[in-house]
């Protein structure tokens, strides 16, 4: 096999640069156009990826890195992982990923400690794998005839089960990659890339002995390309000298996020993850030519740290960011120019030392009253009824929304008439609610682009952009603002449409936050300062908000935080003190809360009950909780969960209308778990990406099945 090239990226984003993928998946849902049409949209995506790679000078190309949905998702297809309930749907891959109108879609949460989504493979013990490499077969064609070679990306066998829960099955699978290996030398490919990032985590000697057994089975095959294993997020630790002991040509390290590795590993080419592909800002040249210059391999890569998945394309469309912020700047394609300039770089001399940051005093957790005293005061004051009906916060965006809000920043639409359009959609759906017969209303947040960057363009320190979308799961895409400077709150942000929706109703109505652990979470952060001083500094301006809806008379607040578990770190060592200082910050944010305001707080899609302590000590008074969409595998945990629990029965990321009758076997499996004092009932998540249609039909589902439970409690 050809030495591997002297500088490459893991992947690169594949949403498009003006989100072209976006559109044409939506376009394809609803039936406005082809398959064949999507396939188009695809195609030109991957071919513009791979023209602009070389024309940057990148060495090494990946491809099938493009995916239509999800890239474990992928996987599933490619090993023939398809459960039989899904192989009569006229779509079995979208049947999977987004359900049909009788058919729930599988499970979907987060991928490792990112923001992205990923669906989980369900692979049970009948489970039959088959292979299909139609798609990197496919892709390594296309762009074999555009003039490139590629190296084909795949999820390895290893991450793959252990996302499944299937480790057992291993060496059934391993056939199909064995397969998928011939089938690629065949082609004629030289390297393909073998994508492990689950080695980053703590793990057991049975699941090390898995890796071992799977890369000398691998290795050991007569025809195949050169092995390249990726690993990101984090040290290989205890999996490295394992991985190094197998026949694998090529490691992947992450040395950004974690460190250079003392271990000899010559006659291994090592690919060095030395320019981030987490965050947004230019990688010190310095830095990174120390870690490239104390790797001791037979030869170095430089590559980025994990794929450009994760941030936007191009900094240079962002005209309308401070020139002095976005000099500082890397987006997709500035860091793959920095990757090149630094595999041009000699590896030599000594960088100066970076500057030490002095780590902020302990910051005690800010609480109030005990639950119990705040319980008898909220419940004597608000009056609710037992199991009482809420949503999570967004009700449908419509595109009459968004084109007011594009025409106000356009300046065709007064700052007044855009006013008076969100006040009409606020009583929309305050009338929705009320008709329906909910019992803790929102107002919709139709004033909200996003639940992140909506505080972010409200608070000093942050910066937004107007192209720099990152997928989060399918269609789905985000723009993740920039936390560039100290945070603080100049005025209130909410209160505004707090409290004209609590105007038009005698049923209380939530003031709707986001928690400072995911505005932080979800914005590219500044890198000068720990990451947990940070989130203080934006926990105070939370704060400020909290009293004021309060002093405004807004009697519930609901202080997001589905990013809680998300930045939990990967391995358990550092799990403690995250989870200490994390905690800690939520109850900071809500400590202006008196006894009768009741705060609710939201965790969604990210294996929440592997942290219940930690959210239990969020000391929030009301939890509502992903569940529907996951089975309802979190009652398995909360029996000792102390306060109100919403554990979702209506999964909102699927088009489909549960029934009344699905709905009410969800709402008992809860009630044999906790008391009917302390459940709730709301969707898994918000409501923004469906339609009324959907909405107004699966809540009135939800409402009809509450009020048979209703019926059979004592009177």
């Known amino acids: 096999m050809s030495p591997f090239p002297a500088s490459t990226v893991l992947g690169y984003p594949r949403i498009g640069p003006r989100r072209e993928l976006k559109r044409a998946l939506e376009s394809y849902w609803e039936g406005r156009s082809s398959r064949a049409e999507l396939d188009r949209v ?33 996987t599933a297809a490619l090993v023939g992982a398809v459960p039989a309930r899904y192989r009569a749907a006229d779509d079995p891959y979208f049947a999977m990923a987004r359900g049909t109108e ?46 490139f070679e590629t190296r084909p990306v795949v999820l390895g066998p290893v991450t793959f089960l252990l996302l499944a829960g299937a480790l057992d099955r291993l060496a059934d699978v391993l056939v199909c990659y064995e397969e998928l290996l011939a089938a690629l030398a065949a082609e004629g490919v030289e390297w393909v890339q073998l994508d492990e990032p689950a080695l980053v985590s703590d793990r057991t000697a049975e699941e090390l002995a898995a890796v071992a057994t799977a890369y000398e089975r691998l290795g050991a095959a007569g025809s195949r390309p050169g092995l390249f294993v990726a690993s990101y997020f984090g040290d290989l630790g205890e999996a490295l000298p394992v991985l190094a002991g197998t026949p694998v040509e090529a490691i992947g390290m992450d040395l950004v996020r974690g460190g250079v590795p003392g271990a000899d590993l010559t006659g291994k080419t090592v690919v060095a993850g030395v320019v981030s592909g987490r965050d947004v800002w230019r990688t010190p040249p310095e830095r990174a030519l120390a870690a490239l210059g104390a790797v001791r391999a037979s030869h170095v890569v430089v590559s980025t740290s994990c794929s450009l998945l994760h941030v936007p394309y191009d900094v240079a469309a962002e005209q309308a960011l401070d020139p002095a912020l976005r000099a500082r700047l890397a987006f997709a394609e500035q860091k793959v120019a920095e990757v090149v300039a630094l595999s041009q770089a000699a590896f030599h001399g000594s960088p100066p030392a970076a500057p030490s940051v002095a780590l902020p005093a302990p910051v005690p957790a800010e609480g109030r009253s005990p639950y119990a005293v705040r319980a008898a005061a909220q419940a004597g004051h608000l009056r609710l009824p037992p199991l009482p009906i809420t949503t999570i916060g967004s009700f449908p965006q419509t595109g009459e929304l968004r084109a007011a809000r594009a025409a106000v920043s356009a300046g065709t639409l007064s700052p007044e008439d855009y006013e008076r359009r969100v006040e009409a959609e606020i009583e929309r759906v305050i009338r929705v609610q009320e008709r329906l017969g909910l019992d803790v209303l929102v107002h919709g947040e139709p004033e ?64 709707m936050l986001t928690g400072p652990v995911t505005i932080v979470a979800w914005s590219f952060v500044r890198d000068d300062l720990p990451l947990r001083e940070v989130v203080f500094q934006v926990a105070d301006a939370v704060r400020d908000e909290v009293r004021d809806l309060q002093a405004a008379g807004i009697s519930i607040i609901q202080v997001d935080e589905p990013a809680l578990r998300e930045l939990l770190p990967l391995r358990r060592s550092a799990q403690a003190d995250y989870l200490e200082w994390a905690v800690a910050a939520y109850r900071r944010a809500t400590s202006a809360a008196g006894d009768r305001t009741q705060i609710h707080t939201h965790l969604c899609y990210s294996d929440a009950d592997q942290i219940l302590a930690a959210i239990d000590g969020l000391d929030a008074d009301v939890t509502t909780i992903e569940s529907a969409r996951s089975g309802a595998r979190i009652l ?34 809860t009630l044999r778990a906790l008391p009917v004092e302390r459940v709730w009932v709301n969707p898994d998540c918000g409501l923004k990406t469906r339609t009324y249609e959907q909405v107004e039909a699966s809540l009135a589902n939800v409402v009809t099945a509450t009020r048979r439970l209703r019926a059979e409690l004592p009177a």
């Open 42 to 74: 695809g195609a030109e995506i991957r071919a513009r990826t791979w023209r602009r790679l070389a024309e940057l000078g990148l060495a090494g190309l990946p491809s099938n890195t493009f995916s239509l949905y999800d890239q474990v998702l992928d």
């Open 636 to 669: 398995r945990a909360v029996e000792t969960f102390g306060r109100g629990l919403g554990p979702g029965v209506y999964d909102i990321h699927s088009p489909r209308v549960p029934g009344s009758e699905e709905v009410e076997e969800l709402l008992r499996r």
């Open 102 to 147: 009788g058919l729930a879609p599988l499970r979907m949460t987060k991928w490792f400690d990112t923001n992205y989504h990923y669906i989980v493979p369900e692979i049970e013990p009948e489970t039959v794998f088959k292979l299909d490499a139609a798609k990197p077969l496919g892709e390594v064609r296309e762009a074999r005839a555009l003039g």
């Open 448 to 511: 909200r682009n996003d639940m992140v960057q909506y505080f972010a363009e409200h608070l000093d320190g942050f910066a937004v952009t107007q192209h720099g979308w990152v997928q989060s799961y399918g269609s789905r895409c985000t723009r993740p603002p920039i936390l560039h400077g100290d945070v603080a709150r100049p005025e209130p942000i909410t209160v505004r449409w707090a409290t004209y929706a609590q105007s038009l109703t005698g049923k209380p109505v939530k003031g």
